[in-house]
């Protein structure tokens, strides 16, 4: 009998689960060199404009559960219990997503891990580094919470191979006022489907940071001779019978797609990097944590 979709993506959660520690090791141990070159993000001041009740995480002070609120829910300690949130606090939230598509999965035979391995792995290690400086996480799906110690960044682990999203895009959901979004993706979707997606993100209104992760093989496409590409997302096969001879058609087009998102971005406030797997993930977390740094 068929496997049916549940227990498949139950699967897929399971398998991916179980290389979590190692990620996160991996993980804090890129945090950790490019915390040494790095200024921590804290921002003075607190702010008391109510936004919104939160459940209670691990390490929330006490003195900020709202006991009335809490009281409500029906439900036992520490399940139960409610924390007033501020809006300068949702104001410093970073909320993170990464794609979980079929082309996100491929690799060439030059690199040791694919697209989806190294956002994962990106995504993690901003989020211990900007833990660092005292901002609040989340990942970007449905019922997700913020959390803001170290001490968090196993629960933001365990909850990443929730994001099943395979459409390539980040899912509808509601979002901090005047946060921050980081999404970590090939970003080879339509324009149309980005634009739409920057513009919803404006709306909210949020700003943040695009970071499109593609295989060496991708930005280059450096095969010869007769060679059929096999789509990975339901789009067919296509033989190419001299792929040099479409190189440089490639290029432009793969060019002219990363120049359009950088000017999508652009106009909505967000800003957009390039990173290839076969490079130094130091170097584009560096980078992506200078490009979030507040102004």
Do not use: N
Request: hydrophobic share 45%.
């Amino acid at each position: 009998m068929p496997m049916t979709v549940a227990p498949l993506k139950a699967l897929q959660a399971e398998a991916l689960g179980a290389r979590l520690p190692p990620l996160l090791v991996a993980a804090d141990r890129v945090a950790s060199t490019v915390a040494q070159g790095v200024h921590g993000r804290r921002r003075v001041g607190q702010g008391d404009s109510f936004w919104q009740f939160r459940h209670f995480v691990q390490g929330d002070p006490l003195a900020r559960i709202d006991w009335r609120q809490s009281a409500k829910s029906g439900r036992g300690a520490p399940e139960g219990w409610f924390v007033r949130e501020t809006e300068w606090e949702a104001a410093q939230t970073v909320s993170l997503w990464r794609d979980a598509s079929a082309s996100m999965r491929w690799r060439s035979r030059r690199v040791p891990v694919d697209k989806q391995e190294r956002a994962e792995l990106l995504l993690l290690a901003l989020a211990s580094l900007l833990l660092r400086g005292g901002e609040r996480v989340m990942l970007m799906r449905p019922d997700a919470r913020s959390i803001s110690h170290r001490a968090g960044l196993d629960r933001l682990a365990t909850e990443l191979p929730l994001l099943m999203d395979e459409q390539g895009l980040p899912p509808q959901v509601r979002l901090p006022r005047h946060g921050t979004v980081v999404l970590f993706s090939d970003f080879l979707s339509p324009l149309e489907a980005i634009q739409a997606t920057l513009g919803r993100f404006a709306a909210a209104p949020v700003t943040g940071h695009l970071l499109q992760v593609l295989d060496p093989a991708e930005a280059v496409l450096p095969y010869q001779g007769r060679i059929r590409f096999r789509g990975v997302e339901k789009d067919g096969d296509t033989l190419i019978p001299r792929v040099e001879s479409v190189r440089d058609t490639y290029a432009r087009r793969l060019h002219a797609q990363q120049a359009e998102i950088a000017r999508l971005c652009g106009a909505v406030g967000f800003s957009f990097s390039v990173h290839h797997t076969d490079q130094a993930p130091e170097t584009a977390l560096l980078a992506l944590y200078e490009a979030l740094a507040p102004t």
